[in-house]
């Protein structure tokens, strides 16, 4: 069954939980456990109605606060699809959590409230999901029962959003608008009589017709290798497998292929998904290859079609989402984590920090605080094989580690 990864965001009391809730309720994917306790604790609240954010918010701040702090996973399934959605906050001061929930997201829900409209807060969520070149996006305008479904106003809220976009550096992305009652449950599964101007899907008709491609863009195969398989029976004594999980692009038994980085080249043998044999392997498939030669290839290297290598640098240019509350600053040293590859690595410099609100940039800052997203060189101790992030999402991205705390203190995505 396809997997379908959903990202979440909106502003506080958007009604971002309750949306989730709303869709587990219908979908009949909440067990009686749990539905006894959102009853018993929806009554003890003094509301007459089912609060379906108790569905989602784990963390007692969460509960008691009404907002959403961690980034939460919460999966379902219907008769097509396996879904995974990541419920991520959307306060400004939790913007490293959406970026962690949504790095992996093949699709977003962005909350809007029908009484609000677009405010600061959308701009930083439809900046980040563009920054992650996240494709398909849903604008759900929520609450949309507190403004007496008002096409007009969902109309008005709509055409806000699209001068949005327009400010937008990334146009592969497919946006659909659904006026929604996350609390009452207007277009979240089914359609809604509350709504007979509006003549399109609810949002999960919607979500079950996505196809639910990898969630890496389609370009140029890359496979880094994560084990080198030996076995240890005598019947299989000469063979030498490479295992990993191949991105961007297909694979096929007789392609030529070169190893990186030490640039030897030899032709596929073998491909492998457990102990099937394929002539061929898509992206987004966890394979096991053979090689014509017994070359040298090791953990950390990268396999990929002769021809299509990346290049190979030992600096470059990135946008970093920081994550950490000492202030990245020039000159400073860190661990980057490329793929299964860790180098030495020191920021020579910050060009500027982004405004997420599409509104420019601060050429004049010299450092990155916590939550902010800015521009900056680095310089490795060792040449890295690499692709820009907006053409292959896993090959072009990478984390910042502290070598004192080893803690992870922010996340890359090469220009």
């Known amino acids: 069954m396809e997997v379908l990864k959903i990202a979440t965001a909106g502003s506080v009391d958007?009604?971002?939980?309750?949306?989730?809730?709303?869709?587990?309720y219908d979908t009949k994917s909440l067990t009686t456990d749990k539905l006894e306790a959102i009853e018993t604790r929806s009554k003890a609240n003094g509301f007459d109605y089912l609060d379906f954010s108790l569905a989602t918010d784990g963390l007692v701040a969460e509960r008691e606060q009404?907002?959403?702090?961690?980034v939460a996973h919460i999966y379902f399934s219907t008769a097509k699809k396996s879904y995974i959605i990541a419920d991520t906050p959307g306060h400004i001061e939790y913007t490293r959590n959406m970026v962690t929930g949504a790095s992996t997201s093949q699709a977003s829900i962005i909350l809007v409230d029908a009484r609000n409209g677009v405010i600061e807060q959308t701009y930083r969520h439809f900046f980040i999901n563009n920054l992650l070149r996240i494709k398909d996006i849903v604008v759900a305008v929520n609450k949309m029962d507190l403004v007496e479904f008002s096409e007009e106003k969902f109309n008005a809220i709509k055409a806000?959003?699209?001068?949005?976009?327009?400010?937008?550096?990334?146009?592969?992305?497919?946006?659909?608008f659904v006026p929604i009652s996350a609390l009452k449950g207007?277009?979240?599964?089914?359609?809604?009589?509350?709504?007979?101007?509006?003549?399109?899907?609810?949002?999960?008709?919607?979500?079950?017709?996505?196809?639910a491609q990898d969630v890496f863009e389609k370009g140029q195969a890359r496979f880094p290798v994560q084990t080198v398989i030996r076995p240890k029976k005598d019947e299989f004594h000469d063979f030498r497998g490479y295992a990993g999980k191949?991105?961007?692009?297909?694979?096929?038994?007789g392609d030529q292929v070169t190893v990186l980085p030490s640039l030897t080249k030899s032709k596929i043998k073998e491909i492998y998904f457990f102990d099937k044999k394929f002539d061929k392997a898509g992206r987004g498939s966890s394979i096991n290859v053979t090689l014509e030669d017994?070359?040298?290839?090791?953990?950390?290297?990268?396999?990929?079609?002769?021809?299509?290598?990346?290049?190979?640098?030992?600096?470059?240019k990135a946008k970093v989402c920081w994550m950490d509350s000492k202030n990245l600053v020039g000159g400073t040293k860190?661990?980057?984590?490329?793929?299964?590859?860790?180098?030495q690595a020191m920021v020579t410099g910050i060009?500027?920090?982004?405004?997420?609100?599409?509104?420019?940039?601060d050429a004049s800052a010299d450092a990155l605080a916590l939550n902010q997203i800015g521009e900056v060189n680095i310089k490795l101790a060792k040449p890295v094989f690499y692709d820009k992030y907006a053409e292959n999402k896993t090959n072009g991205s990478f984390i910042l580690i502290d070598p004192q705390t080893n803690h992870t203190a922010g996340v890359g995505f090469i220009q």
């Not at 509350?194 to 399109?200: A, E, I, S, V």
């Open 14 to 24: 958007d009604g971002k939980s309750t949306l989730i809730g709303r869709i587990l």
């Open 66 to 70: 009404g907002i959403t702090i961690d």
């Open 160 to 176: 806000e959003f699209e001068k949005m976009i327009a400010q937008s550096d990334y146009k592969d992305q497919n946006i659909t």
């Open 186 to 211: 207007d277009n979240v599964v089914s359609t809604s009589e509350n709504t007979p101007w509006y003549k399109g899907e609810s949002i999960l008709d919607h979500l079950e017709k996505l196809e």
């Open 246 to 253: 191949l991105y961007g692009g297909d694979l096929a038994v």
């Open 294 to 316: 017994n070359i040298n290839v090791s953990r950390g290297d990268m396999i990929v079609k002769t021809g299509e290598e990346p290049g190979v640098h030992k600096t470059l």
């Open 334 to 343: 860190y661990l980057l984590q490329h793929g299964v590859n860790r180098v």
């Open 351 to 361: 060009d500027n920090v982004l405004a997420p609100y599409f509104s420019g940039e």
